[in-house]
C-alpha cells in the first residue's frame, strides 16, 4: 500500500487488523481507505496503465443519474489522487502519472458542459433556471 511505504506503519493499521479476522468477502473498508490505492504495493514495478478522459460526445449519451454517479466516481478520483499527491510532496517524492489529475479534471469540466447544453436546450425556463443553479453549485 502506498500509505504504508511513506509512512512505514500506516495510520490505517488498526483498521485493517480488526477486518483481517473477518472473510474477506465481508470485509468491510475503513472510509478513509477510498483516499489511496490500497490494491497497489511498492513492489510493483510493471507501469500501470491507466484510461483515458471521457469525452464529450459520450457524455451526451449518459442519462442525467449516470452522469450524476459518474462526477461522484470522478470526485472520489481527484480526491484520491490530490491526496497522494499531496503525501508525495509532503516527502519530497515525485507524484507518478500526473496527467491523471488533469484527465479527471477534464471529464469533471465536460459533464457540467453537457448539463448545462441540457439545461440551455430545456423548454421551460424555471426548469432550466434551476439546472443551471444545479449544474454551478456543483
Known sequence: MLAARLFGRTFLAAA???????????????PLEQFFEVDRTPE???????????KASELRLKSWDDLQKLWYVLLKEKNMLMTQRQ?????NLRFPNPERISKVRKSMCRIKHVLTERAI????????TEMKRMINAL
Open 16 to 30: 485493517k487488523s480488526e477486518s483481517s479476522a473477518a472473510p474477506a468477502a465481508a470485509r468491510t473498508l475503513n
Open 121 to 128: 436546450d430545456e423548454a421551460d425556463p424555471r426548469r432550466s
Open 44 to 54: 510493483d514495478d510493471k507501469p500501470v496503465v491507466y484510461g483515458r478522459g471521457w
Open 87 to 91: 503525501m508525495l510532496n509532503a516527502q
